[in-house]
Structures are given as C-alpha cells and as structure tokens.
C-alpha cells in the first residue's frame, strides 16, 4: 500500500469510521483517520449489536465482537416503591435459530470496547488513529479534495481523493457538504445516560432492572463487567425529571437513581454521562462529489429500538467496496451513486420504525413495547437498487420499496441478505475439509455462487469468469447433498458438496436445476441469473468495460 499520501481521508474514529477504515484496508486501499477529540471516547453509548451487524464483523473478520459480547438479561421490572418484581420481560424479541443465520442472538458490547478491538485491527495494516487532528474546511474539484487540518493550533494542508465523514451529528463533513438535515427534535423524550458503579442490597446482575414509568419518571439499569464488576448502564428519563439539570450534578444523578431503588446503595463511581434529546433527521443525499457522510452524520434518532450505530456501520460497508474498486481502478464513479440511492430508503424506513417504537413507549410506558424481529435487520434489502440484478423475479413499474423488511426465508430476491450455510465440505483437495458460506465471503471480492448438478455443468458460467480480476472476483461450485465426496476438476476457487442440503434450502434451490447467485462484498445478493450471460450482465453494471 501507499503510505505516503491516502487516498482516502476518514473523518471521525467512532465504530462507524473505524469500520470504513477496515473495509478499504481489507481491500488494499489507504486510509487517514482523524479524530478531533484528544482521547478516546468512554462510555457504553450504543451498545446493542443486532445479528445483521454481527455478520458483518464476521465478513470483517473481526471474531471478537461476538465471542466477547453479552447476551442481553432479562429485564424485570418492579411494582412501585419496592423491589418485589413485577415481571421479567425480554428487551430482544424472539427467533428461531436456523442453519442460515449463525448469529441469531444480539449481542452487548460497549462503544469504547468496540472501539479498542477495531483500532486494533486497524494496527494490522500499519494504520492508527491520529487524535486531537481536527478538520477545519475542504475544498473539492474533479480530481480530488484538499482538506485543511488542525492538530496542536498547527495547520497542515492536506491532498486526498476522497473524504469519509463519520464524524457524528454535530460534525463539519455535513455541514461544509451544504446537506439538508431534515426532521424533528422531540421535546418529549430526553434522558440522561451514562456509566456508573453502584452495589444495592438485593440489586442482582442477572437481570436488567427498570423501575418507574417511561414517560413520567423511571430508571433503567443494565449490569455489565466491561464498566466493572460493580458497573451498570443506567439511564434516567421521564417528563418529570429535569434531565438537563441532572447532567450536570454527579450528585443529583446519585440522589436520583437512589431514589428510584428501596435499598441501601453504595455509589463508587459515575464514569460518564450525557443527557440526550431525541432528534429524528437525516440527509436528503449521502455524498456530494468525492465527500460522504455516514452514521449520525447522515441520521439521527431516537434510541429506542437500538438501530442508530448498527445502521452507520452498514453504512460505512456499503460505502466501502464500492469506493474501493473506483480507487483500485475496476469500476466506474458512477457506482458510487449507489450508496446514497441504496442507503436512504433504509434509513429512511430506520426512522419510521424506532420513532413507532419510541411512541408506543411513550404511550405505554414501556420502553421494550413494541419491539419486533424487525430490529434484527435480517430483512434490510435493496431489491431496488439499479446494480442488482435477478432473472428469475418480473420487475413491477411502482412496486414499494420495502427496505426495513422482516426476513422472509421462504423467499430470497436480488437485493436480499445472503443467507448462511454451514458443514459445507470443501472437495476440491486431498483432504475434503467443511467450511460454511459464511466462511467465503470477504469484503474484497464478489463470490459467484454456481449450483450445478454436478461440476461439468457449471463450466459454461465458470469460464465466462475468467474475464475478471481474480482478486476481485471468486468463484465456488455448490453441489448436492447427493454427490461423491471425490476430489473434482473445476476452474472454480472453491467446489463445495452441500451435504446436509442447508445451501439448496437456504437458496431456495431444487434439485437438477443450474442457479447462478453473485454475493457482493457486502454479503447481499447482487444478482441470481441463470448462467453466463446473465453473470455478465451483472457484472457490467459493476466494473469498468466487463
């Protein structure tokens, strides 16, 4: 890589910049990354990580989200002035585990924990976060961005192509972009967040512990270890508290969790705090020229629902494959038109969903009211998008773009999740080893899926492959349950006997039949055609003269 000047500048090393950064490091490409504030942030913050952003960490090869990631507790709640429990509710609605979804659980994981392990895969590539470097101003033509940076009152003139903005909602990327920031502020949620170490008599850490009312005054406690032994997520809202005023009190925070709980509490530490205003806005566009924006500095919302980081991460990797192969010379830069038109339906659907959420809490007072199997993000898609491609659905002038969908498995379009398959066994060597799907896909290439009948079918569509980068483009044959598990002769990287029938049932296939299914580095589906023609099609909305 090209260390001396990259290509690309991050603004912001929250998870959102850090997983653009990874992504274009994984794909070869070098990356800046600043951050003005001079230390890392501290604090919980966001910490629910839903199944679909657990898989990216996965593609991401960054393991350690899920293996040290908490299950959520049980929430209970108690009846008024007393610590005799109400009822023990979940904060995370129910799903069934299916071989197509290896993470069927969310998982906790606080943004300072998330932040240590991304910066550490960063290290990998010889990249680190440069703290205290502030941008001030950028200015853009059609060659690249010169950006004005600050660090120690020195300023430094700096050239780059391009410019990632995840510097948050009060950040300058947006705001220098001229984008609109449309929505609400909600005056009727606010609440005071934080990190605190507290021991009660009869306050277990088995459970996540509410008291009160959501929308008069309540408080909401979650036991995690990465604060301490003692250490807790709280947070207090409600109309009836002065959130505003007891942010800036230690004190008053104290004496007001103390007064929600009937018990003798000892009170060690506040480690951080934040009062916060529910904001509903979003972008009417997510780039301008060579300059993005991601997470809060293209969305904002209310917390309920747990979307907001999850969503700046997807879409940090969406944008990240796509700016990689402009760079790299292999696609064109119209490609990166896609970002905007593909993220802000989502986005836009994210936003209907957790402010349905954050009324009904309101209404009901009851913050987990409300939550579906939605929230998983199984279902986002981007059937939509003019880049994906899929032979086997007629398209419908005017049909709804559904993009915040709950995952069907009985049904997989062009534009969907890739499913997962797992005990795939890899024939294609000596020794036949098992792999998962999963397992093959990586940020930097597509994977090009044939299911054949049998290895000799599949020829036709693996040799319209050779046309392509090999670093860019991967192919695997999938084969039925049905076939000898024997070394076979195939141009593909990968042959795969699909043993347990998991793959064909995952993509809906049927036996006999010849499928072909183009997984981006994103792990959606790109296209499903029926052989090499449709393959190629797929491929010239992508790269550059295919």
Same mark, same amino acid.
């Given at each position: +890589?090209?260390?001396?000047? =990259?290509?690309?500048?991050?603004?912001?090393?929250?998870?959102?910049?850090?997983?653009?950064?990874?992504?274009?490091?994984?794909?070869?490409?070098?990356?800046?990354?600043?951050?003005?504030?001079?230390?890392?942030?501290?604090?919980?913050?966001?910490?629910?990580?839903?199944?679909?952003?657990?898989?990216?960490?996965?593609?991401?090869?960054?393991?350690?989200?899920?293996?040290?990631?908490?299950?959520? =507790?049980?929430?209970?709640?108690?009846?008024?002035?007393?610590?005799?429990?109400?009822?023990?509710?979940? +904060?995370?609605?129910?799903?069934?585990?299916?071989?197509?979804?290896?993470?069927?659980?969310?998982?906790?994981?606080?943004?300072?924990? &998330?932040?240590?392990?991304?910066?550490?895969?960063?290290?990998?590539?010889?990249? $680190?976060?440069? +703290?205290?470097?502030?941008?001030?101003?950028?200015?853009?033509?059609?060659?690249?961005?010169?950006?004005?940076?600050?660090?120690?009152?020195?300023?430094?003139?700096?050239?780059?192509?391009?410019?990632?903005?995840?510097?948050?909602?009060?950040?300058?990327?947006?705001?220098?972009?001229?984008?609109?920031?449309?929505?609400?502020?909600?005056?009727?949620?606010?609440?005071?967040?934080?990190?605190?170490?507290?021991?009660?008599?009869?306050?277990?850490?088995?459970?996540?512990?509410?008291?009160?009312?959501?929308?008069?005054?309540?408080?909401?406690?979650?036991?995690?270890?990465?604060?301490?032994?003692?250490?807790?997520?709280?947070?207090?809202?409600?109309?009836?508290?002065?959130?505003?005023?007891?942010?800036?009190?230690?004190?008053?925070?104290?004496?007001?969790?103390?007064?929600?709980?009937?018990?003798?509490?000892?009170?060690?530490?506040?480690?951080? +705090?934040?009062?916060?205003?529910?904001?509903?806005?979003?972008?009417?566009?997510?780039?301008?020229?060579?300059?993005?924006?991601?997470?809060?500095?293209?969305?904002?919302?209310?917390?309920?629902?747990?979307?907001?980081?999850?969503?700046?991460?997807?879409?940090?990797?969406?944008?990240?494959?796509?700016?990689?192969?402009?760079?790299?010379?292999?696609?064109?830069?119209? &490609?990166?038109?896609?970002?905007?038109?593909?993220?802000?339906?989502?986005?836009?659907?994210?936003?209907?969903?957790?402010?349905?959420? &954050?009324?009904?809490?309101?209404?009901?007072?009851?913050?987990?009211?409300?939550?579906?199997?939605?929230?998983?993000? &199984?279902?986002?898609?981007?059937?939509?998008?003019?880049?994906?491609?899929?032979?086997?659905?007629?398209?419908?002038?005017?049909?709804?773009?559904?993009?915040?969908?709950?995952?069907?498995?009985?049904?997989?379009? $062009?534009?969907?999740?890739?499913?997962?398959?797992?005990?795939?066994?890899?024939?294609?060597?000596?020794?036949?080893?098992?792999?998962?799907?999963?397992?093959?896909?990586?940020?930097?290439?597509?994977?090009?899926?044939?299911?054949?009948?049998?290895?000799?079918?599949?020829?036709?569509?693996?040799? $319209?492959?050779?046309?392509?980068?090999?670093?860019?483009?991967?192919?695997?044959?999938?084969? =039925?349950?049905?076939?000898?598990?024997?070394?076979? $002769?195939?141009?593909?990287?990968?042959?795969?006997?699909?043993?347990?029938?998991?793959?064909?049932?995952?993509?809906?296939?049927?036996?006999?039949?010849?499928?072909?299914?183009?997984?981006?580095?994103?792990?959606?589906?790109?296209?499903?055609?029926?052989?090499?023609?449709?393959?190629?099609?797929?491929?010239?909305?992508?790269?550059?003269?295919?």
């Amino acid at each position: +890589m090209n260390s001396v000047n =990259p290509p690309v500048l991050v603004v912001g090393a929250g998870p959102v910049g850090l997983v653009a950064a990874l992504t274009l490091l994984q794909n070869g490409v070098s990356v800046r990354i600043i951050d003005k504030d001079p230390h890392h942030r501290i604090g919980q913050r966001g910490a629910g990580i839903w199944p679909r952003s657990l898989e990216l960490y996965n593609f991401l090869d960054v393991s350690e989200v899920s293996g040290l990631g908490k299950s959520a =507790p049980p929430v209970r709640s108690y009846k008024p002035g007393t610590l005799e429990p109400l009822e023990d509710s979940s +904060m995370v609605p129910p799903i069934e585990p299916t071989p197509s979804i290896p993470f069927h659980s969310p998982r906790s994981m606080g943004q300072q924990l &998330l932040d240590v392990i991304l910066r550490r895969h960063l290290e990998k590539f010889s990249c $680190a976060v440069e +703290m205290g470097t502030e941008l001030r101003s950028f200015e853009q033509s059609d060659e690249g961005v010169t950006a004005i940076l600050a660090k120690n009152g020195i300023s430094e003139t700096f050239d780059t192509k391009w410019i990632i903005g995840a510097d948050g909602a009060k950040g300058i990327v947006r705001k220098q972009l001229g984008l609109a920031f449309l929505g609400e502020t909600r005056d009727d949620t606010r609440l005071v967040t934080g990190d605190i170490r507290l021991k009660g008599v009869g306050l277990d850490r088995m459970h996540w512990h509410r008291f009160g009312h959501f929308k008069e005054r309540g408080l909401s406690l979650r036991p995690t270890d990465e604060v301490g032994e003692d250490g807790w997520q709280f947070f207090l809202y409600g109309h009836e508290l002065d959130t505003t005023k007891i942010a800036q009190s230690e004190e008053l925070v104290f004496e007001t969790i103390a007064s929600f709980i009937p018990t003798e509490i000892t009170f060690t530490k506040l480690v951080w +705090m934040s009062d916060f205003r529910a904001n509903i806005r979003m972008v009417n566009k997510f780039s301008e020229g060579r300059v993005f924006v991601a997470g809060d500095a293209a969305h904002v919302h209310s917390p309920t629902g747990g979307q907001g980081l999850n969503s700046g991460v997807q879409d940090a990797f969406n944008l990240g494959w796509k700016l990689a192969l402009v760079q790299k010379g292999f696609a064109y830069k119209s &490609l990166l038109e896609t970002y905007s038109a593909e993220r802000l339906p989502v986005i836009s659907e994210m936003l209907e969903v957790t402010t349905s959420i &954050l009324d009904k809490a309101i209404s009901s007072g009851d913050p987990s009211v409300g939550r579906t199997p939605i929230l998983y993000m &199984l279902g986002i898609n981007c059937r939509f998008s003019t880049i994906v491609l899929d032979e086997f659905v007629t398209s419908v002038e005017g049909r709804p773009i559904n993009a915040y969908g709950v995952l069907d498995e009985g049904h997989l379009e $062009a534009g969907d999740r890739a499913p997962d398959a797992p005990n795939m066994l890899h024939v294609g060597r000596a020794e036949p080893d098992e792999t998962t799907l999963f397992g093959l896909y990586r940020p930097w290439y597509h994977t090009v899926l044939v299911f054949a009948p049998s290895a000799t079918d599949a020829t036709q569509i693996l040799g $319209a492959l050779e046309a392509y980068d090999k670093s860019v483009v991967r192919s695997a044959v999938v084969l =039925p349950s049905s076939t000898p598990v024997t070394p076979v $002769a195939s141009p593909a990287d990968l042959v795969l006997v699909d043993r347990e029938s998991y793959a064909y049932s995952a993509y809906l296939m049927e036996a006999g039949q010849t499928k072909v299914f183009v997984i981006r580095p994103d792990g959606v589906v790109g296209a499903i055609v029926h052989g090499a023609e449709g393959v190629k099609k797929y491929f010239s909305k992508i790269f550059l003269d295919a």
